[in-house]
């Protein structure tokens, strides 16, 4: 009778479970994206250092490039209460290479989970809450974000007071037990994964009404003594590299720099990004940014005669934003532009550029994000920019459609720098994208002095052939007007005075993408 029981027990779960099962309302999109271009993203042609007897190419990447990559999110719905989500990424996948699964055989582990979480919300309320890996966007307006717009673990909670006024609560988490002691550092505090978290915590308002809308917030970051040190290539972020000098934070194992002891330093932004669309068809958005991030302590710095400069690691910053547009028929004409602060010549005082955490921005599609690059190498690329120490204005007409199902966004931005000329004497590489060949290699914000410009021009056409599968065509060019006598000051303290030779950037890519 005991076994009897035993057996019909478990014959009642499995039932249960099976019930179960079938409420689940599974959901699945994704897309499918095929690319090839040709270009070269570089701005440095050649470089050359008094031990060498020639010029030597900056840039030996190849100028063809085939790619693709694929997106699957899987929901699982059980009500509208309680859902989950998994995200795969398969790629990115560069035709011919092996190491990310493009070569003969294509056999390698290639699928990466981009995003995995679940929504609930607390029964009888408006409370909502979503926790795992998401994507997270801190609130922008005109041009996308400048200091964070990625995937990270986190935990946000979403109240709506009224149909007018919500609130958003993020607690996130993007590094931490990363850190592996680096063998010349002499504080104690080096042992691996200590003190190596950072945490953010934010606040946001979204407000909305007929024909405005705001969403001011704010965030505080908690960031570990060894969050952004080590070999780690996630620690190669704008967040803390103040200079176009990797060797300012790479040098903080050395016996030149002095930690100012706190285990933890305070990190502060806050944003207030507005729409007006209440004269409609014209739409105007704006967006203002500050940035702060304490002092680590201070140390040495080259300079481009030897001689060696203090420096601190603090970093203050702000960034303004603005777009106005006005919708027609054929099109959507529109000018933008924006404005941050640069470092002045003085790095004992830190950096006056405002700090991000990986910032995307949008009013372009060559130096910025605008459109569907995607690869991470070649020409099928767009970079992810912060916007710190550069100001810029520009043109565009976006969805110009004179053919159904044809529609092409026409740009053209000019970009200056508000970075001291003065601190290219400080610089490891000129402009900071240089190709990492022969040494030559830079953090991942475009750094422009006073001295520099540069005069970007994008066109997007884009066929829509089936409902669920659309042609991506792009091309870009990038006139480079950088200073070429400011920036023979850069690198002549590590290699002996070395000379650089300008060139401009472009690329052309075609995406066939099929999306469900």
Same mark, same amino acid.
């Given at each position: 009778?005991?076994?009897?029981?035993?057996?019909?027990?478990?014959?009642?779960?499995?039932?249960?479970?099976?019930?179960?099962?079938?409420?689940?309302?599974?959901?699945?999109?994704?897309?499918?994206?095929?690319?090839?271009?040709?270009?070269?993203?570089?701005?440095?042609?050649?470089?050359?250092?008094?031990?060498?007897?020639?010029?030597?190419?900056?840039?030996?990447?190849?100028?063809?490039?085939?790619?693709?990559? !694929? *997106?699957?999110? @899987?929901? +699982?719905? %059980?009500?509208?209460?309680?859902? =989950?989500?998994?995200?795969?990424?398969?790629? &990115?996948?560069?035709?011919?290479?092996?190491?990310?699964?493009?070569?003969?055989?294509?056999?390698?582990?290639?699928?990466?989970?981009?995003?995995?979480?679940?929504?609930?919300?607390?029964?009888?309320?408006?409370?909502? !809450? *979503?926790?795992? @890996?998401? +994507?997270? %966007?801190?609130?922008?307006?005109? =041009?996308?974000?400048?200091?964070?717009?990625? &995937?990270?673990?986190?935990?946000?909670?979403?109240?709506?007071?009224?149909?007018?006024?919500?609130?958003?609560?993020?607690?996130?988490?993007?590094?931490?037990?990363?850190?592996?002691?680096?063998?010349?550092?002499?504080?104690?505090?080096?042992?691996?994964?200590?003190?190596?978290?950072?945490?953010?915590?934010?606040?946001?308002?979204?407000?909305?009404? &007929?024909?405005?809308?705001?969403?001011?917030?704010?965030?505080?970051?908690?960031?570990?003594?060894?969050?952004?040190?080590?070999?780690?290539?996630?620690?190669?972020?704008?967040?803390?590299?103040?200079?176009?000098?990797?060797?300012?934070?790479?040098?903080?194992?050395?016996?030149?720099?002095?930690?100012?002891?706190?285990?933890?330093?305070?990190?502060?932004?806050?944003?207030?990004?507005?729409?007006?669309?209440?004269?409609?068809?014209?739409?105007?958005?704006?967006?203002?940014?500050?940035?702060?991030?304490?002092?680590?302590?201070?140390?040495?710095?080259?300079?481009?005669?030897?001689?060696?400069?203090?420096?601190?690691?603090?970093?203050?910053?702000?960034?303004?934003?603005?777009?106005?547009?006005?919708?027609?028929?054929?099109?959507?004409?529109?000018?933008?532009?924006?404005?941050?602060?640069?470092?002045?010549?003085?790095?004992?005082?830190?950096?006056?550029?405002?700090?991000?955490?990986?910032?995307?921005?949008?009013?372009?599609?060559?130096?910025?994000?605008?459109?569907?690059?995607?690869?991470?190498?070649?020409?099928?690329?767009?970079?992810?920019?912060?916007?710190?120490?550069?100001?810029?204005?520009?043109?565009?007409?976006?969805?110009?459609?004179?053919?159904?199902?044809?529609?092409?966004?026409?740009?053209?931005?000019?970009?200056?720098?508000?970075?001291?000329?003065?601190?290219?004497?400080?610089?490891?590489?000129?402009?900071?994208?240089?190709?990492?060949?022969?040494?030559?290699?830079?953090?991942?914000?475009?750094?422009?002095?006073?001295?520099?410009?540069?005069?970007?021009?994008?066109?997007?056409?884009?066929?829509?052939?089936?409902?669920?599968?659309?042609?991506?065509?792009?091309?870009?060019?990038?006139?480079?007007?950088?200073?070429?006598?400011?920036?023979?000051?850069?690198?002549?303290?590590?290699?002996?005075?070395?000379?650089?030779?300008?060139?401009?950037?472009?690329?052309?890519?075609?995406?066939?993408?099929?999306?469900?």
């Amino acid at each position: 009778m005991k076994r009897l029981m035993t057996l019909l027990l478990a014959a009642g779960l499995v039932f249960s479970a099976t019930t179960s099962a079938q409420a689940i309302d599974f959901k699945a999109k994704g897309q499918w994206l095929m690319g090839f271009g040709v270009g070269d993203g570089s701005f440095v042609n050649k470089t050359r250092d008094s031990s060498s007897a020639s010029k030597q190419k900056a840039n030996n990447n190849d100028k063809f490039t085939a790619a693709q990559r !694929v *997106r699957l999110q @899987i929901d +699982a719905v %059980a009500s509208e209460n309680l859902s =989950g989500t998994v995200y795969f990424e398969i790629g &990115d996948t560069t035709w011919g290479n092996a190491e990310s699964g493009g070569a003969l055989g294509a056999d390698q582990t290639i699928v990466e989970v981009k995003n995995a979480y679940i929504d609930w919300a607390i029964p009888e309320t408006d409370l909502k !809450v *979503r926790m795992g @890996i998401q +994507a997270i %966007a801190m609130p922008a307006a005109a =041009g996308g974000s400048g200091i964070l717009d990625d &995937d990270l673990a986190a935990v946000v909670v979403n109240y709506q007071f009224n149909e007018n006024i919500g609130l958003n609560v993020m607690w996130a988490r993007p590094y931490n037990d990363n850190y592996t002691a680096a063998s010349n550092d002499t504080s104690g505090n080096n042992k691996a994964n200590y003190l190596d978290n950072l945490d953010l915590i934010s606040v946001a308002l979204p407000m909305t009404f &007929d024909g405005f809308t705001a969403t001011p917030w704010i965030m505080y970051g908690i960031v570990g003594q060894n969050a952004v040190r080590g070999s780690n290539s996630a620690y190669n972020s704008p967040f803390l590299a103040s200079y176009t000098d990797k060797r300012w934070h790479d040098g903080e194992d050395d016996a030149t720099f002095d930690r100012n002891g706190s285990a933890n330093t305070g990190a502060f932004w806050f944003g207030v990004p507005m729409t007006f669309t209440m004269m409609d068809p014209l739409n105007i958005e704006f967006d203002f940014n500050y940035g702060y991030l304490a002092s680590q302590g201070r140390g040495d710095i080259t300079k481009s005669n030897g001689d060696l400069k203090r420096f601190d690691t603090k970093r203050e910053g702000w960034l303004a934003k603005a777009l106005v547009e006005y919708k027609m028929d054929w099109g959507t004409p529109g000018i933008f532009g924006w404005y941050a602060s640069g470092d002045d010549s003085n790095p004992k005082n830190g950096s006056e550029r405002m700090p991000s955490i990986s910032a995307c921005g949008t009013f372009t599609s060559f130096m910025g994000d605008g459109n569907m690059g995607w690869a991470a190498d070649g020409s099928v690329y767009d970079r992810n920019l912060a916007y710190a120490g550069t100001w810029g204005i520009g043109l565009q007409v976006k969805d110009m459609s004179f053919v159904e199902n044809l529609s092409h966004t026409f740009r053209v931005a000019y970009w200056g720098g508000t970075n001291s000329p003065s601190m290219a004497k400080y610089a490891a590489t000129p402009w900071s994208w240089a190709s990492s060949a022969e040494g030559y290699s830079g953090d991942c914000d475009l750094y422009l002095t006073t001295n520099d410009s540069l005069l970007e021009f994008n066109l997007v056409n884009e066929y829509q052939m089936y409902e669920n599968f659309a042609i991506n065509l792009e091309l870009g060019y990038v006139v480079n007007f950088m200073d070429q006598d400011t920036w023979k000051k850069a690198d002549s303290g590590i290699n002996g005075g070395a000379t650089y030779e300008k060139k401009d950037a472009w690329k052309a890519q075609l995406i066939f993408a099929y999306s469900f």
